[in-house]
């Protein structure tokens, strides 16, 4: 079936003028089947701005919905389930674990979904049922008649579901835009994380007053309200998947590639993405053979002068390792922190625990602004080998700065300073110093693992395989999301279980060397690289001062 594939220009006027094959295009305009309507190449600016104004706008607020639900049961859920339903704490530990799980299966098969259904028809989809089911956890959580054990498994039952399409929601909106920006994923995932956050911050605090004010029932609905907006917005900037084959839609954002401006059918992007990703590696190797190109000695091994194809069997199993325990971090301190804040600081109400978790949200947020540019100047591998030593530092402040503290504490008694102690507060003031310390550091942790990890995903994947645009930031999406949500799992579900054995302190320690010894690893595989390489990937600048 013959398909055409006319372009149109502006002229110097504005107006549009046909190129030589559009009288080949109206030959087929009769044929019945539904056409493809064009755009210029150079689209008007304000009209093209609009766009893409529209296209951020929505990407944003689907990433702060994201980060709002992913950060508000951290307020207030832990506490709900020990005080008001009698839980232990490695139930809590489980029940997020089982969450985590659900949203590592949604990350895994949200590409094969699309491949199959349509990437907008799924989205879609798991967007109406994430905003329905997030209605169903606050209900169910409400219920004051049913006894705990039904309140814990309708919990179950609605959460995995919603955790499932919160997965497939996220691949998916991530994987958009990734797409249509080369050359600065970084910054764009820095402004991914920016939103996730500011949504987070926003959903703990509000969302913790909320819950003082209306009980579980009232943040969840409110939350399941903005994310059936979200889905409306989506609907608007997108179109619906139903009527993708309309005509009249000459500035859809699917058809708009942004990284040019060029207008293409979609029928087209398949052969243009190959040749962009061939053009692309041809290009880097050209400008290393040529001197024009500073190479840093962190940067991804496929642009280095060595057997490239040891690229995605060698380098992309530690990226994943770091995001599995960037994961690992949140998974642990998420439903576990409250707890350990209510019953060593006191804080009662949901809102002032909240504002303590709008700490770690904000150091990951101000963090995320400088990782984004100096990552993109050729510096991911530092930024994500330094994660784990400052993850490492996080969790020694919490743990062990603790359990010193209280042994002050419990000295200065025994010396007879008690009134000294209660005048100054030494073990209460040093808790406070360590948490917020600690907090300051895990967000810094997070924001070097994360920020440059799906950008070198990215890059392994363009180089190194023959799968299209839409491809590969979809299979990049799905490996970050599926790596930190299986590193949450497994750190709510130890963490739980360490915590109820050992105590927060102690368990903290033990996270503590564990990151210690993977950050050591890592960073040991990279030093013997460059020995054996004999330092062919080190900056251009470095070999001149030699």
Known sequence: MARSSSHTTLASDGSHSPSEEDGKGKDHADDGIPQVQLL?????????????????????????????????????????????????????GVLFSSFTCCQFIGSISAPSLASKHGRLMVLYIATLVYSITTVCVGWSGSLATARPLEVLFLLFLFGTVMSLCAGINMVLSFAVIFE???????????????????????????????????????????????????????????????????????????????????????????????????????????????????LSPFLPHAYSEYDSSRFVVSDVPYVLMALLMAGSALGFVQP???????????????????????????????????????????????????????????????????????????????LGFTSWIKRVNVYLRGVWVSLLSSLVCLGAGLALCIVPGLPILIKALRTKTHLDKMQVSNTASMYENASISLGAAIGAFVGGFLVQSVGFSNAAVIYAIVYLSVGCAIHSYFHRYRQTTGGSAMMCSEADDR
């Open 40 to 92: 210029p190449i150079r689209a008007p600016t304000g009209r093209r701005l609009s766009v893409l104004a529209c296209y951020l706008v929505q990407f944003a607020l689907n990433v702060a919905m994201n980060g709002w639900m992913f950060e508000m049961p951290s307020a207030f859920v832990p506490e709900h389930l020990r005080s008001a339903l009698g839980f232990p704490t490695w139930v809590t």
């Open 336 to 414: 576990l922190l409250a707890e350990h804040i209510t019953t060593m600081l006191g804080l009662q109400k949901s809102v002032e625990v909240g504002m303590v978790f709008a700490v770690l949200l904000t150091s990951v947020m101000l963090s995320s602004l400088l990782v984004g540019s100096h990552a993109d100047r050729g510096y991911e591998w530092p930024c994500l080998l330094t994660a784990l030593f400052v993850l490492f530092a996080a969790f020694l402040l919490v743990g062990p700065w603790s359990l010193l503290m209280g042994a002050l504490d419990k000295l200065t008694y025994a």
């Open 180 to 294: 249509r920006v080369p050359g600065y994923e970084n910054r764009t995932s820095g402004i991914r994380l920016l939103s996730y956050l500011g949504g987070g911050i926003f959903g703990v605090v509000v969302g913790g007053g909320l819950y003082d004010i209306g009980g579980m029932y009232l943040p969840y609905t409110v939350a399941g309200a903005f994310i059936f907006a979200d889905l409306v917005l989506m609907n608007w900037v997108f179109g619906s998947p139903l009527a993708a084959r309309r005509v009249q839609r000459p500035f859809s954002v699917r058809e708009i590639d942004h990284s040019s401006m060029m207008a293409t059918t979609p029928s087209s992007h398949e052969q243009e993405d190959h040749d962009d990703t061939s053009s692309e590696a041809d290009a880097l190797l050209g400008a290393q053979e040529s001197g024009s190109l500073q």
